[in-house]
């Protein structure tokens, strides 16, 4: 029994034993399967403060890396990095081996944080409204200036500041500090914003807008808010936002149109409550490729007896980004909305056609309605990349990268309206397609060259200034 019990003993030992010497035995090809972090070190930051940017890097001292895994690993934090929008460039190295350990070194280019641009903008949903249907009069553009002082603290926090003039004269101030706590998971915003117009889409016949102007100012509105998140991980971010909307109309407009603020009032005030959960994760948060992005929305109009517009609405978009072969990516998106209190003034049943929610080939269209859903589908095919030097400049700024990608695409959307009227658009099934080109750049730019046609026979060339989902 004892001589038993020795032998199953010494089995065990040997079963711990031998798989440690044949470790040591292997050396260095055994050691080499992975890497502990020994410390994350970055470079470069002169202004933007180090705790920020280990924020988005969610390896920690002490963990291990297989080394199959290493450039897949420093790919994704390098990216997260850029993806903060406060750096040119980032590059991402292991120095300082020492046994299985090493450093992880993230160098980064800082952008130019004090901005001030001047402001040429179109009073109209897009260039080929304006350009078209507007006979690109210059009476319907904005002039001004926007100063932006982005990482103001070093902390990515940014204060905005705008003053224009032309067709919507306009003031605006914006502060917001993603993190105000040592864990860097909760920040604030505040925001006041005040415009006036000497003319107003009031109304809408046939799915295009109307507009009434005269020489005195037809439009008022004050806008005061709050804003909070939370960012609990790295690619989920929670936004609480409390704003504060007035809107005043000359007599004019509440006599054309008695719906245009409800029940013929030239003045509303109202408290918007919306509560937005942001996720994403993907290859670039500017132009994506690979990846996925969520965002859903949960808002109540109309609080605390200030409520002269009442309604509660929810939102959900969602695109899928993949590559399916090399240089070839796919992306398919929905954008939706569903608003509860059917019958809304006019102002408060902007769906199709509007900010971001259109239908490539729908340009010179709105559909208005209280619920809406949009699916958009496009192929893109990278046909050029390259990086060329501008004179002159200081070397960290003198690169600039040039991606060009071509497009085929496809929409359809629906758009719900209790009171259509004649819009013959709303409460119908509707498709585009198309074909195209983007031109990416850096500083977040991306010019679309698309070539839509829609189902009521009619096509053109179209320009925007943004990515399309």
């Known amino acids: 029994m004892l001589r038993r019990c020795f032998m199953l003993a010494l089995l065990c030992l040997l079963g711990y034993v031998l798989p440690v010497a044949a470790q040591d035995a292997t050396g260095t090809s055994e050691k080499g399967a992975f890497l502990i972090v020994r410390s994350i070190i970055i470079t470069g930051n002169k202004k933007t403060r180090t705790s920020i940017i280990l924020r988005e890097v969610n ?43 090493a450093d992880l070194v993230f160098d980064v280019w800082e952008r130019w944080y004090t901005i001030a641009v001047p402001i040429f903008k ?19 553009v904005n002039i001004g200036v ?48 005040y415009s006036r117009n000497r003319e107003v889409n009031d109304s809408t016949s046939f799915n295009k807008q109307v507009f009434f102007k005269q020489d005195d100012y037809v439009r ?83 609080l605390l007896g200030v409520n002269d517009i009442n309604d509660v609405h929810i939102r959900l978009n969602v695109a899928k980004y993949w590559q399916v072969y090399k240089k070839t990516y796919f992306a398919l998106g929905l954008r939706s909305q569903a608003k509860f209190g059917a019958d809304q003034p006019y102002i408060n049943k902007l769906a199709i056609g509007y900010n971001d929610d259109y239908l490539r080939g729908l340009e010179y269209y709105v559909v208005d309605g209280t619920s809406f859903a949009i699916v958009k589908a496009t192929a893109r095919q990278e046909v050029f990349s390259t990086r060329f030097k501008l004179p002159i400049v200081p070397q960290k700024f003198a690169y600039v990268p040039l991606r060009v990608f071509l497009k085929i695409y496809g929409d359809t959307g629906y758009s719900y309206d209790k009171f259509p009227g004649n819009g013959v658009l709303s409460n119908r099934m509707l498709y585009t397609g198309g074909f195209g080109m983007d031109i990416v750049s850096f500083y977040d730019t991306c010019l679309r060259i698309e070539y839509s046609f829609n189902q009521l026979g009619q096509k053109g060339l179209f320009l925007h200034a943004s990515i399309d989902m």
């Open 220 to 302: 008022q509105i004050y806008t005061a808010g709050l804003s909070y998140s939370f960012r609990p991980g790295i690619n989920t971010r929670h936004m609480v936002f409390l704003n504060y909307n007035y809107e005043r109309v000359t007599d004019s407009v509440a006599i054309l149109n008695p719906n245009y603020l409800g029940n013929g009032r030239t003045h509303v005030n109202f408290i918007d409550l919306i509560y937005r959960v942001n996720y994403i994760h993907a290859d670039s948060w500017v132009y994506p490729l690979r990846g996925i992005h969520i965002l859903g929305e949960v808002g109540k109009r109309g």
């Open 122 to 140: 179109l009073a109209d949903r897009n260039f080929n409204q304006w350009w078209v249907e507007q006979g690109h009069s210059l009476s319907r």
């Open 59 to 101: 390896t920690v001292p002490g963990d291990t890396i297989y080394l199959k895994d290493l450039a897949e690993t420093l790919e994704k934090h390098r990216k997260q990095i850029l993806n903060t929008s406060l750096f040119l460039n980032v590059t991402a190295n292991v120095k300082n081996w020492s046994g299985d350990e």
């Open 146 to 193: 926007r100063g932006t002082q982005a990482n103001l603290t070093g902390r990515n926090d940014a204060l905005n500041a705008a003053i224009q003039f032309g067709y919507t004269q306009r003031l605006q101030l914006q502060y917001s500090v993603p993190y105000i706590d040592k864990s860097y998971k909760h920040g604030l915003g505040i925001l006041f914003s």
